[in-house]
């Protein structure tokens, strides 16, 4: 014995004359539904979404303005410990952060081992608050990062979402050659 459709519609309070124009009128909505969400989708894929992003920027840019902690969704992914997203990995490209840090990684590492130096013990957590702090205030105003305001500045990006991809760059860079640290 099969399932039997019109018994399962008459349950459902339905007449037997309703299911063709019901079941045409659903069948027909489907596809018009399908066809047109399947388009917008497929737009949505071709065009960008920095919009979104900027927009998104600008309002972690507020929260941050009034002290507010917030997490940077688009540039860290939500993890322990933090690292960047592949966007804050791109911006972190894109900015020159990756060529001052691979320049100046002996300049860096020394600032942050000086920064290290004022606790008694160090642990991974420590290396990469201090690395953050470095970067987001320390550095900030350093004319180190003069390219990176610039270009900052021109994209319309919130410069401690990218500070902060840096430092966890620099975190992981030091750790690697501070075994000793847990």
Known sequence: MGFDIF?????????KEFVVPLGTFFMIAYLVWELRLGKI????KDKSISPITK?????QTIFGTMDKKIQYFLT???ESPLSPSEYGLQLFTESGLKEILENKQ???FGKLKTKLSHLKVV??????EQSIDLFTK????DPLLAEVKTYVFHKGIDIIAILRVASFILRDKYLKEHSEIK
């Open 7 to 15: 018994g399962f519609i008459a349950s459902l309070g339905f007449k």
């Open 41 to 44: 989708l497929n737009n949505l």
């Open 55 to 59: 927009a998104i920027i600008e309002i």
């Open 76 to 78: 860290e992914k939500s």
């Open 106 to 108: 002996t300049i860096l």
């Open 123 to 128: 642990t991974s957590y420590d290396v990469q």
């Open 138 to 141: 320390d550095l900030l105003h």
